[in-house]
């Protein structure tokens, strides 16, 4: 275990553990938008933001990422890092002006408008990763990227074009936290929007009642993982023994 203190106060935590999960353990808040235990931490939104002193060193770093030490002294609401979190959370507001998530975070943070020129682009994406973290460290895939640089940058499918390497399987719509990502069944089909392109993919019937209920990408994946034979896997939850 290691001792530090975090707010004045002395708390343990297991080594290894980062300052953000030892805070929120011990039901001190830190504001995140990048962070889910499902996947390694990135550190892409600067939100988490915290002023960690070692020794005579003293730095701001990305607490969802920076490990606990012996001895270091954490504050998580400096004069420094709170400015630091609405500066950035301005910077989100003009870049995703629509998204709901992002005003409330602002509104938390006491911020209600941006100096920054808004984007006109009207996606919610605020290039967290955690699409292509998911895609990759969970599901084993690597169908959509963070693409070009600058104002361009934005996760998509390579080229803006089909992906094969995509089983339609929604995990980088479930864990988007601004709804940046779309996806929509019907008639059949699964229809995955990203913030500027989109792919559409056939669902399966279930063989016993008929109900589309999954991608035949996702279980063909899935049968190819497992050894489980397709005509296993084709029938959906509510009609298996
Ligand atoms: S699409 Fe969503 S999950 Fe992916 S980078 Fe953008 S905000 Fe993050
Ligand atoms: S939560 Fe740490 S950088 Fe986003």
Redesign the pocket.
Known sequence: MVTFKIDGKEIKAKEGQTV?DAATENNIEIP????NESVL????????MVDVTKGKRKRTV????YEVAEGIEVDTKSEKVIKIRRMVIELLLARCPESEEIRQMAEKLGVTTTRFKPDEDGDACIL?ALCTRACREVVGKSAISLINRGTEREAALPFYDEADDCIACGSCVYICPTGAIKMEDKAGTRTISWPNCSQEFKLKACSACGFYFAPEKQLEFMAAESGVELEKLEICMSCRP
Do not use: F
Request: aromatic share 6%; net charge positive; proline share 6%.
């Open positions: 953000l995140t938008l990048c962070v931490p990135y550190g892409a939104c600067r939100l988490c990305t607490s969802c990422a967290c």
